[in-house]
Nanobody, 117 residues
């Protein structure tokens, strides 16, 4: 069991930056594959960035070169650094955790990111 809490969302102008943080509690994220997803109004929830346990990152094509996912196992946090933001990045961003080997999936409640033109 792990609880996930996102923070760092807000309103930003196009071209600006935001850093989202996901704070985990109840279990250590070193046991989990971690990811960020996003969901725009009327659309499905899509994978943005994936950071498997002990593995290498994977990004949605549209955010490559602009977004960076990272984890700090000591602080039990996963961050998403978002640079050069575009209006099409506007969405609710969700932290995701998948327990290694057991496969249990957990979601945060999401944090709103709005990019204005």
């Amino acid at each position: 069991q792990v609880q996930l809490l996102e923070s760092g969302g807000g309103l930003v102008q196009a071209g600006g930056s935001l850093r989202l943080s996901c704070a985990a509690s109840g279990d250590g994220i070193s046991r989990y594959d971690m990811a960020w997803y996003r969901q725009a109004p009327g659309k499905q929830r899509d994978l943005v960035a994936f950071l498997p346990r002990g593995g290498t990152t994977n990004y949605e094509e549209s955010v490559k070169g602009r977004f960076t996912i990272s984890r700090d196992n000591a602080k039990n946090t996963v961050d998403l650094q978002m640079n050069s933001l575009k209006p099409e990045d506007t969405a609710v961003y969700y932290c995701y955790a998948r327990r290694a080997y057991w496969g249990e999936v957990y979601w945060g409640q999401g944090t709103q990111v709005t990019v204005s033109s």
